[in-house]
């Protein structure tokens, strides 16, 4: 690995290359999302509503934005860039640049858009909190506009896309290393 040219192909030093910027970036951006869930959780009282809404029911989904960025965003893209280096140095067979386009192509879009999702809906209680709803449920239910089918919607075809990413580059690295046990 000394020859930086030699040691990858175009398509593998590619795909790592964005792995890694992305990851790199989404830390910068988790981050971010601990710092601004603190500075944003501070004008919420720490006690109880008249009608039982607590601090930790407003700031809970906002709480989580930070772990699950960390997570799902930067460890999993330098996680997938790590397997596919490995795999390769043990000798598994490449993986075909159309697989690893639809790799990044599929879960890190669907990353993304799960991060805003979850941006949206941490803010969204929260500050309905600080403007003086009580009510969880009811909170809840105004995500989106009130229009539960274009929620559960969007939430799941994010879900179902990193799944899916997430599988497809599991079931390519698998295959690359069967290819070496068959020789």
């Not at 951006?29 to 407003?58: C, H, M, N, Y």
């Not at 934005?65 to 790590?82: E, M, Q, W």
């Not at 993304?112 to 999702?117: I, K, Q």
């Amino acid at each position: 690995m000394t020859d930086r040219d030699s040691s990858y192909p175009p398509h593998y030093a590619a795909a790592i290359r964005t792995l890694l910027r992305y990851a790199l970036v989404m830390l910068v951006i988790g981050l971010l999302a601990g710092v601004a869930f603190q500075e944003s959780a501070k004008k919420l009282s720490p006690t109880p509503g008249p009608d039982g809404l607590s601090f930790w029911d407003a700031a809970l989904r906002l709480a989580l934005v930070h772990g699950h960025i960390l997570v799902t965003a930067f460890l999993l893209p330098i996680a997938i860039a790590s397997v596919l280096h490995l795999a390769r140095a043990c000798g598994g067979a490449e993986l075909t640049a159309r697989a690893l386009s639809w790799i990044v192509r599929i879960y890190l879009p669907c990353v993304t858009v799960t991060v805003g999702l979850m941006l949206y809906k941490g803010y969204h209680i929260l500050l309905s909190a600080r403007g003086g709803a009580t009510d969880l449920a009811e909170i809840d239910g105004k995500l989106f506009g009130g229009v539960t089918a274009l929620r559960h919607a969007v939430y799941g075809l994010t879900h179902v896309g990193m799944t899916l990413g997430l599988c497809l580059f599991a079931w390519c690295v698998w295959r690359s290393l069967k290819k070496v046990n068959a020789r």
